[in-house]
């Protein structure tokens, strides 16, 4: 038995997928258990292994693309997607997210960004660059968020303030961090959030963000 997070890399490149996993098993906590290079191989592998993390190219035509990761979650639901993506396409990373993928790195990301994605992921936690998620927030997105709810949907029950602690959170902001950008303390961020998850009928930080980022979207 390991505590270790075990993770399967599913990519064409035969060397992008051994670097990454050179990359990975230098990480004490992380162990690589798999590798796959087109969509059957991806299969078999997490069936036959159920990973904890997989990191895919879903810019791949071998992968056959974002159709892959349903198929991912229905053979080994306890399995986390995390998206490799060639071109930063917002379009097709928030479909990615909406089809089940619990985060995207851009493979022009730093290494460093990789095993922290891994971990992030595998914690529970939604990993999206924050550079994308301002610009959803400051774009025809946040736009489009605010205004597409019905008026006798809970999402307008949100009062202003509790609107700019969602804002936060879904730019990766700690409680701490949205109590210094919002100027209150830090237990009234954590009874805003209480408030939030409530009205959005929601169990977590996790689900409030996925949420806020594809209600516009449905």
Not at 82 to 94: M, S, T
Not at 183 to 211: D, M, P, W
Request: proline share 2%; hydrophobic share 40%; glycine share 4%.
């Amino acid at each position: 038995m390991t505590d270790k997070i075990s993770v399967v890399v599913a990519d064409e490149e035969r060397l992008f997928r051994e670097a990454i996993h050179i990359i990975l098993d230098q990480d004490a906590d992380i162990e690589v258990v798999g590798q796959a290079a087109n969509r059957l191989q991806t299969i078999e592998t997490i069936r036959d292994h159920e990973p904890d993390v997989i990191l895919i190219d879903i810019s791949s035509s071998k992968n056959e693309g974002v159709a892959v990761l349903s198929e991912i979650i229905r053979q080994s639901p306890k399995t986390k997607p995390i998206a490799l993506i060639r071109v930063n396409d917002e379009a097709k990373i928030f479909r990615t997210l909406r089809e089940g993928a619990k985060g995207y790195l851009s493979k022009n990301a730093p290494l460093s960004d990789l095993i922290k994605a891994v971990k992030a992921v595998h914690n529970g936690e939604l990993w999206v660059q924050r550079k994308l998620m301002a610009s959803f927030l400051d774009g025809e997105r946040a736009i489009a968020f605010k205004k597409k709810a019905p008026a006798d949907e809970k999402d307008d029950e949100l009062t202003d303030r509790e609107q700019e602690v969602l804002n936060c959170l879904i730019k990766g902001c700690t409680n701490k961090e949205i109590a210094k950008a919002l100027f209150i303390s830090e237990k009234t961020v954590k009874n805003h959030l209480s408030s939030i998850f409530k009205k959005l009928n929601v169990n977590g930080r996790l689900q409030a963000v996925r949420h806020a980022l594809f209600v516009e979207l449905e």
